[in-house]
């Protein structure tokens, strides 16, 4: 419980851990204002402001319910200021207000089908002009990441790993901490895990493996792929 209690004070920026990061509303904002640059096109955070200027009707009870759950999302953001200084995942409160009140926008936009038909044509070329410098740069990385990350993102599946993990490969956290990942050490540890959980397939390091027969027994019992010089991954199904 005090370990919870220490971390809720931490993210509500109120402890002496938070209190190095320096953490003011002007810089909360600019923060805000860059990751919302940096996670989406100009176009999209621009159609998204003429829609909160434009859409003065709050009183509605369709807006008004999209304007009090926006900006509850937004306070979340200030009130767990350390979320937005450090993770960049806090992009995802900002998707349901920008996606839903430009939706609404330009579905109640005053225009012939036609007419509306060409806007939306118009906005989402602009879009993809403008974002696929930004697409660009994510297919440079997916195809420059370390090769075990780049397998793990493409094999779907719960998976165990006989290693710690190199702080190295953060990106590879991205992807554990979204599947049932457990660390097994011996063949005891891997086989009582194998009868509580299903898992897709086991990464193994050989050369920081302590139990080589454990080794021996993954290769001579399931198929296998080397990754790297580093990564062996056995494929349990």
């Known amino acids: 419980m005090g370990n919870l209690i220490d971390r809720l004070l931490f993210r509500l920026n109120l402890n002496a ?15 805000i204002y860059e990751n919302s640059r940096k996670y989406f096109t100009n176009s999209l955070l621009s159609i998204f402001f003429i829609s909160l200027v434009l859409l003065k009707k709050i009183r509605e009870k369709e807006i008004g319910f999209l304007f009090v759950s926006s900006l509850s999302f937004f306070l979340i953001l200030f009130l767990f200021s350390n979320i937005t200084w450090i993770h960049d995942f806090f992009v995802l409160f900002l998707v349901f207000p920008i996606a839903t009140f430009s939706s609404v926008f330009l579905n109640r936009i005053n225009l012939h089908k036609k007419e509306k038909a060409i806007l939306l044509l118009t906005l989402i ?14 297919h440079q990385w997916f195809i420059t990441s370390p090769p075990i990350v780049k397998f793990v993102a493409e094999n779907k599946g719960n998976f165990l790993v006989t290693y710690y993990e190199n702080p190295d490969y953060h990106q590879f956290r991205f992807y554990s901490d979204l599947r049932k990942t457990k660390m097994v050490r011996d063949k005891e540890e891997f086989l009582r895990e194998l009868l509580n959980e299903d898992y897709n397939y086991i990464i193994v390091m050989p050369e920081k493996l302590d139990d080589k027969n454990f080794l021996l027994y993954l290769r001579k019992n399931f ?3 080397k990754v790297s010089n580093e990564y062996e991954v056995f494929y349990l199904k």
């Open 223 to 225: 198929r296998s792929v």
């Open 125 to 138: 070329a602009v879009f993809l002009l403008e974002s696929y410098h930004s697409y660009a740069k994510i």
């Open 17 to 31: 851990e938070s209190r190095m990061y320096k953490i003011g509303f002007q810089s909360l904002v600019a923060t």
